[in-house]
C-alpha cells in the first residue's frame, strides 16, 4: 500500500472519530426508546473517539525530528495553541452577540474552555513534549520486541476490563470470597501499564504503526476478534453499572483493533481521497467548535422547529431528529472550520513561520 494511500486511511478515521466526537456529547439528546437508554449506549460506543485520537497523535508524532527541537516545538505551538486562542476569540464574540455569554471576562471565557471542554489539548501536550525522546527509544527496539510489546499491553488491558466486569458481578450476586479473590489477583497483577491515563494510548500509536505490517492473518483476525467482543464488554459493563476505570481497560483491546481493521482499508476514488483528506484536517478546528454547533442545532431543532415536542414523537421520528441533529452540528463546524482555517489560522501560521526563519536567519 501506497505512502498516500495509508494516511488516507488514517485520515477517513481521524475524521470517522470527530464525528464520533459529536455524536458522545449530543448523545443525551436521544433519550430512552422502549425503555432501553440509548443515549447511555450511543454515547458509550461513541466514547472511543478519545483513545482512538490519543492513539493517533502518537501515530504521527512518534517520529524522528527533522528540524531541531526549538522548531518542532513552535510547529506544534502554532498547530495546537494558535487555533485555541482564536476560535475562543471568535466563540466568545459569538457568545456576545448571542447575548448567551455568563461570564464577560475574555480569559477566565478561554480558560473554562480549556480546562472544561477542551481538556485533550493539556492532556496531549505533555505526550507531544517527550515525543521525540520516546521516538528514539522506541526506535532502538528491534521489530520482535515491539510485536511482544504490543501484545503484552493488550492482554494486561484484557485482564484488566475482565476482571473488572467479574469483580462487579460477583459483588452483585454476593459471592464476597471470590470477590476478594479476584480483587486480591486485581492488586498483584496489573490491568493497566499506567491507569487513569491516555499517555499508553498514545504510545501505542508507535507500536500500532511498527507492528501492523508484521502481523499475519490469524493474529489480525484475532486482535479484530478481540476487539468487537471487548467493545461489547464495554457498553454491557457502561449500561449495567459495571466497575470500569477512565480510561476504560476495555478501549486499549478495541482501539488496537481499530488500527488493525483500517490499515486494511483501501480507498481508490481520488476525489473521495482528496474529500476525506479536507476534512480530517478541518477534526481540530471542528472538535473546538463542536460545544457551540451542538449548541445551536438542539436549539433550533428541538427548541425551535419541534417546540419541545420531541418526547411525544414515535421513536422512528426521534430517532432521525436525533440524526439530523447530529449531522447539522457535525456539518456546521466543518463548514465554520473550512472558512476560519483557511482564511485566518492558515495565513497566520504561515506569516509566523516566514517571521520565525526570517528572524533565525539574520
Keep these: 500500500m501506497s505512502t498516500s494511500k495509508r494516511l488516507t486511511n488514517w485520515d477517513l478515521l481521524r475524521a470517522l472519530s470527530m464525528f464520533l466526537v459529536v455524536v458522545v456529547h449530543i448523545a443525551p439528546q436521544l433519550g430512552s426508546f422502549r425503555n432501553i437508554n440509548a443515549s447511555a449506549i450511543a454515547s458509550t460506543a461513541a466514547i472511543i473517539c478519545d483513545p482512538i485520537f490519543f492513539c493517533l497523535s502518537g501515530y504521527f508524532a512518534l517520529k524522528p525530528l527533522k528540524k531541531s527541537y526549538k522548531d518542532y516545538l513552535f510547529g506544534k ?207 481540530y478546528s471542528i472538535y473546538l467548535l463542536q460545544y457551540a454547533t451542538i449548541e445551536f442545532a438542539t436549539n433550533v431543532i428541538y427548541a425551535g422547529a419541534l417546540n419541545g415536542r420531541y418526547a411525544a414523537l414515535a421513536w422512528p421520528l426521534r430517532l432521525s431528529t436525533w440524526i439530523f441533529a447530529t449531522v447539522l452540528a457535525y456539518g456546521l463546524a466543518l463548514v465554520v472550520a473550512s472558512i476560519v482555517d483557511t482564511l485566518i489560522i492558515e495565513p497566520i501560521q504561515k506569516k509566523l513561520r516566514t517571521s520565525a526563519t526570517f528572524i533565525l536567519n539574520n
Aim: some cysteine; glycine content about 6%; overall charge positive.
Design 77 to 283: 505551538a502554532l498547530s495546537l495553541l494558535l487555533p485555541i486562542f482564536i476560535y475562543a476569540t471568535l466563540l466568545y464574540a459569538y457568545k456576545a452577540a448571542t447575548g448567551s455569554l455568563q461570564d464577560t471576562n475574555y480569559i477566565r471565557y478561554t480558560s473554562s474552555l480549556v480546562r472544561g471542554g477542551w481538556w485533550f489539548v493539556p492532556a496531549l501536550i505533555p505526550c507531544i513534549l517527550v515525543a521525540p525522546v520516546l521516538s528514539k527509544m522506541f526506535d532502538a527496539l528491534d521489530d520482535r520486541t515491539c510485536k511482544i510489546i504490543l501484545f503484552a499491553t493488550l492482554g494486561i488491558y484484557a485482564w484488566g476490563g475482565l476482571s473488572s466486569a467479574a469483580n462487579s458481578l460477583l459483588i452483585n450476586s454476593q459471592h464476597v470470597t471470590l470477590s476478594a479473590a479476584v480483587g486480591m489477583l486485581q492488586n498483584i497483577i496489573p490491568r493497566s501499564l499506567l491507569g487513569g491515563t491516555y499517555f499508553t494510548f498514545f504510545c501505542m500509536g508507535y507500536f500500532v504503526k511498527r507492528v501492523n505490517p508484521l502481523l499475519n492473518r490469524r493474529e489480525a483476525w484475532f486482535i479484530k476478534t478481540a476487539g468487537i467482543s471487548f467493545f461489547i464488554i464495554d457498553i454491557v459493563s457502561a449500561y449495567f453499572g459495571l466497575e470500569r476505570s477512565d480510561p476504560s481497560f476495555n478501549w486499549m483491546i478495541v482501539t488496537v483493533a481499530i488500527f488493525v481493521a483500517f490499515n486494511g482499508v483501501k480507498l481508490q476514488s481520488q476525489s473521495l481521497s482528496k474529500t476525506i483528506e479536507w476534512v480530517a484536517k478541518r477534526s
